[in-house]
């Protein structure tokens, strides 16, 4: 089993600033990559940035210029820095990683966090 344990969620004013991290342990042998998805009520989930192994980023149009996604690989740590955050940012926060089990699988798997609720009022 492979678990991510999120933290970094709650609730802040429009403008301010919140990290997200994200831990991930178990069986793992290697990372290709990790990501943050977010989901409001009514609506589809979507990527909200992700890094892979490489050290690309990529970003939805929404967040650029406003988040940034780095990774700890050898903590096996992802964090999201939201910065000038705004009302339509509230949702919850999901983390996902994409990885090669140590054993027992020669393909790559995903692993979900239980999510982090991200509340930016007005």
């Known amino acids: 089993q492979v678990q991510l344990v999120e933290s970094g969620g709650g609730l802040v004013q429009a403008g301010g600033t919140l990290r997200l991290s994200c831990v991930a342990s178990?069986?793992?042998?290697?990372?290709?990559?990790m990501g943050w998805y977010r989901q409001v009520p009514g609506k589809q989930r979507e990527l909200a940035a992700l890094?892979?192994?490489?050290?690309?980023?990529m970003y939805a149009a929404s967040v650029k210029g406003r988040f940034t996604i780095s990774r700890d690989n050898a903590g096996n740590t992802v964090y999201l820095e939201m910065n000038s955050l705004k009302p339509e940012d509230t949702a919850v926060y999901s983390c996902?990683?994409?990885?090669?089990?140590?054993?027992?699988?020669?393909?790559?798997?995903?692993?979900w966090g239980a999510g982090t609720q991200v509340t930016v009022s007005s």
């Open positions: 996902n990683v994409q990885y090669i089990p140590s054993k027992g699988a020669w393909s790559p798997l995903d692993s």
């Open positions: 178990g069986s793992i042998l290697r990372i290709n990559r």
């Open positions: 890094i892979t192994a490489g050290g690309a980023t």
